[in-house]
Every structure is written in structure tokens, then in C-alpha cells.
T-cell receptor, first 111, second 111 residues
Framework: SAVISQKPSRDICQRGTSLTIQCQVD?????MFWYRQQPGQSLTLIAT?????????ESGFVIDKFPISRPNLTFSTLTVSNMSPEDSSIYLC????????FGPGTRLTVL | GQQLNQSPQSMFIQEGEDVSMNCTSS?????WLWYKQDPGEGPVLLIA?????ELTSNGRLTAQFGITRKDSFLNISASIPSDVGIYFC???????????FGQGTRLTINP
């Protein structure tokens, strides 16, 4: 089965800065998604990363705050912009082959 | 929108006991997925169910797709320490491939 890696695995950032998270799949996938998991909570979909076009965002998430790129069928990035402590979460990338499979997540702490 | 209600939220059991958790919705789902998340990791797919009434096993895990298509159950028999983690049900939002997740069931096992 396909494997997803994410970089960085964790980071501690200052408020007001931005962090870009990379997601790499070891095989081509048609669909890629980005999720947020706040401490002790379930997963919430941020957006669908579309190859070659703008991502499709869920209610409550906007492109200015969470710009997403997907230049090809194996790679995507999520940027968390102008961070505040409320952005402290685990950010998870997923790809779809039959069903969705997930990367290990990026644990972000904003001070 | 479609929501999944998962229960119980947490379970504290003795090693060797059987475990049962469930997921319900007011909406119909055509697919039910069960994931497990270990600390510091992304969710891993355990079982996928595609047909109402379907009963599927994966080792000591058994899951069922409810006849009404509005619920699903996951059972774990003879629990062992490595079963500790958070179990999530999930299903695709109708007409799309993006997933909605239940709140999760946190399983703790006393040796």
C-alpha cells in the first residue's frame, strides 16, 4: 500500500510567522486532503488539494490563512499563515487509493 | 451536514476483555470506515464496509455495516495492550470523496 511522509514532523513557531508543511506520497494518487486535529479532538477537513488548480476549502477555512499547493499527483504543501496559538494542532495529509490513508502528521505548537 | 456520533468516548478495560463501540448518524452512509490512531501517528485504516448488513473481520476486529445504513459497530475480541489508542469511524460525505469523522473512542487497557 502507498506511504505518505510529512515534513516537518513537529515544530514550535512564534505567533505571526508562517509554516509550510510538505506531504509526499510514494505513488500517484488522484485525491489529496489536508486535515486539522486539535488537541484531544477528531479530524476536521481543511481542504481538498486539487492538482494543477486551486484547493477546495471547507467552511471555516480560507485560502489566505491556509494556502495549499499541489503541483503533481504525489506532492502537496499546506501553509499555516500568520499563526496564532489557536493554530496549535496536528496537521494531517491524506491520499486516496480506494480509501483514504494518512501521513504521520505535523504537530505544530504556536507560542 | 452529515455528522457521525461515536460512543463511548472512552473505555477503560482489563486486558483480555472484549470491546464494543458504535457510530450512528441521522444520514445514510454508503461506506463505513474504521480507523485507529496511535499516539504521535496518523490514523490507520482497520476495516472498510461497503454494503448494508456486511460483517467484516480483520484478525480480532469485527465490524458491521448497519442495515439502516445509519450505523456501524466495531468489536475487538480478547484485547491486548497494543489495542490501546483512539478508534475513529468515518464515512464519505454524500456525493463526495471527502470524509467526515466521528469524535473517536479512546481505549485504555489495564494490564
Amino acid at each position: 500500500s502507498a506511504v505518505i511522509s510529512q515534513k516537518p514532523s513537529r515544530d514550535i513557531c512564534q505567533r505571526g510567522t508562517s509554516l509550510t508543511i510538505q506531504c509526499q506520497v510514494d505513488s500517484q494518487v488522484t485525491m489529496m486532503f489536508w486535515y486539522r486535529q486539535q488537541p484531544g479532538q477528531s479530524l476536521t477537513l481543511i481542504a481538498t488539494a486539487n492538482q494543477g488548480s486551486e484547493a477546495t476549502y471547507e467552511s471555516g477555512f480560507v485560502i489566505d490563512k491556509f494556502p495549499i499547493s499541489r503541483p503533481n499527483l504525489t506532492f502537496s504543501t499546506l501553509t499555516v499563515s500568520n499563526m496564532s496559538p489557536e493554530d496549535s494542532s496536528i496537521y494531517l495529509c491524506s491520499g486516496q487509493v480506494d480509501e483514504q490513508f494518512f501521513g504521520p502528521g505535523t504537530r505544530l505548537t504556536v507560542l | 451536514g452529515q455528522q457521525l456520533n461515536q460512543s463511548p468516548q472512552s473505555m477503560f478495560i482489563q486486558e483480555g476483555e472484549d470491546v464494543s463501540m458504535n457510530c450512528t448518524s441521522s444520514s445514510i452512509f454508503n461506506t463505513w470506515l474504521w480507523y485507529k490512531q496511535d499516539p504521535g501517528e496518523g490514523p490507520v485504516l482497520l476495516i472498510a464496509l461497503y454494503k448494508a448488513g456486511e460483517l467484516t473481520s480483520n484478525g480480532r476486529l469485527t465490524a458491521q455495516f448497519g442495515i439502516t445504513r445509519k450505523d456501524s459497530f466495531l468489536n475487538i475480541s480478547a484485547s491486548i495492550p497494543s489495542d490501546v489508542g483512539i478508534y475513529f469511524c468515518a464515512g464519505p460525505i454524500q456525493g463526495a470523496q471527502k470524509l467526515v469523522f466521528g469524535q473517536g473512542t479512546r481505549l485504555t487497557i489495564n494490564p
